[in-house]
């Protein structure tokens, strides 16, 4: 039994991100969830289809928000939707989600009268007027909650506009907690912070790298941490909370960039990145968090476009994660320490953090000379235990031999360090000639299966050894 049985939600802007997120969550959590959307029909059916296919109840509902008559449209369709799916026709909890943000941020000086009417229509004006309407269709112990955004608690002057629209959402919260908590009906914000939420930009390594370090955590939000806190306050144990500011920024005023642990000198234990959160999820359904290796640091090299593609494709399956761990940027001395790592400068005991808070491993590397290049094997031989008892798949490619000889040289190494190399790989041969100038695949049909092969085995190896590693710490 779900804590949200017999619910019934509406999510605006669920058709994508953060907001199908959310819908899924809700859904999977038992309730029945309206999934808004303004016009990306094909997206929308895909949150729907995902939430059935999974065993939730889930309808789409279209309004374009922000021009005349957009709530009313909403709701005419939600309250017809719901007479054919739900036995009454009431809303239990509402998430305001729905919003636009000029990507590429807005400079003071280029905010003009239209541009700021439109903003606060869609951000500020639909979801007060939603909120209006949804409370005249919600029982006492309702919940509301806006998804507002760190941009209200952290400068960036391109995003003035998107984040007064958002610190003005954050008061429908604040007032209309206190309004309503006689009928025990919570109000309630979440803020995001850094959300990998599929737009191009993390698809970027660098980018993604970059973004990365303003989180104590060191890394991007993922929609689904967004949609735990959303669970919670849309849950039973959420009903004494209200007029919250929820912070999900991942930290970022903790200080910049990944701990770093004590420096040289006395042994500092490695520090460990926290695990992805886990509340709600069983060991077996939080996502696999891989990271991907680009092991040419080659001038000129070919490898980031095979990367990108890899990555790509890792990041299409929702019960993945990834962390790019490009070589060329990590900057480990060309001396080894000595072996009990007392040593370990800081950019090791970062590296470290990041690989030991994977599940598993994807190496994308050339063959140069019938092996692998020396930028991985140093790498390897940096780290121990970060290796072990964890699977790695393996993307090879090169001339003639599509980097088969790398592979196998890699499989008795890794073998050495106690981690798992899975039977299938993808490679390419005359790898450059196999790419378009999109940096895709010219004839993407056999990649594409064997990629998906391989991440099938790793998934399943990282699995296994997540559970298996639970119940019986791994010895080496
Ligand atoms: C030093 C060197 C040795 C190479 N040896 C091989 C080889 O043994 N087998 C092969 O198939 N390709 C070989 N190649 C071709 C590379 O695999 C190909 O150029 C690939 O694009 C290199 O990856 P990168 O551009 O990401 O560094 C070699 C290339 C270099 C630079």
Redesign the pocket.
Known sequence: MGALDGRIALVTGASRGIGRAIAERLARDGALVAVHYAANTEAAEKTVSGIVEAGGRAFPVQAEMGGPGDVDTLFTRLRSALAEHAGRVEVDILVNNAGEQTAAGLPPEEITPDRFDRMFAVNVKAPLFTTRRALEMMPDGGRIIGISSGLTRFAVPEQLLYSMTKGALEQIALHYARHLAPRGITVNNVAPGITDNGSPVFSVPEAVEQMSQLSAFGRVGRPEEIAGVVAFLAGPDGGWTTGAFIDARGAPGLGWGPHRGAGRGPAAPAPTRPPPPTEGLTMADRPVHLVVI?????E???????ARWFLERLRADPGLTADPVDLLDVDLPDRLPATDMRDRPPEADATAARLAAADGFVVV???????F?ASLKHFIDWFMAEWQAKPVGLVS??????????VEALRTVFAEVHAVTVRETVSF?Q??ERFGADGRPLEPDGCEQAAKLLLDQLTWWALALREAKEHRPYRA
């Open positions: 680009t092991a040419s640091v080659r000129g090299r070919f490898g980031p476009t095979v590397t050339p063959e140069y000379n019938h092996s290049p490619y090169g001339g003639l031999s599509g980097g088969l000889r790398a041969h790898a450059r």
